[in-house]
């Protein structure tokens, strides 16, 4: 199958960065789409950022200009360039995968673990 390892969370004061990276690994024949959500308790999971596989790009309002989305495809990697961090991104941050496993095979999402990113003011 298909497994996304998260990477580069943690703990940073309002006006910090940290960068978030995500790898894909096992059967995968084409990556799709990549991008980053997050949750936090009790609320519903949003986007943040989205890439295509052609690098197009596309941002929550609430994060554009201050996170910055970007992949490596010879690594199946996406990663999130997050700066200027406020309180209010305090949240888990899942990084999601549209893959293919074949060349007729159906498209399928997969999800990361998840990782916590908590900005302190």
């Known amino acids: 199958q298909v497994q996304l390892v998260e990477s580069g969370g943690g703990s940073v004061q309002a006006g910090g960065s940290l960068r978030l990276s995500c790898a894909a690994s096992?059967?995968?024949?084409?990556?799709?789409?990549m991008g980053w959500y997050r949750q936090v308790l009790e609320k519903q999971r949003e986007l943040v950022a989205v890439?295509?596989?052609?690098?197009?790009?596309n941002y929550a309002a609430s994060v554009k200009g201050r996170f910055t989305i970007s992949r490596d495809n010879a690594k199946n990697t996406v990663y999130l360039q997050m700066n200027s961090l406020k309180p209010e991104d305090t949240a888990v941050y899942y990084c999601?995968?549209?893959?293919?496993?074949?060349?007729?095979?159906?498209?399928?999402?997969?999800w990361g673990q998840g990782t916590q990113v908590t900005v302190s003011s």
């Open positions: 999601n995968a549209e893959v293919l496993m074949g060349p007729i095979v159906a498209a399928r999402q997969y």
């Open positions: 096992g059967r995968i024949f084409r990556i799709n789409a």
């Open positions: 890439i295509t596989s052609g690098g197009s790009t």
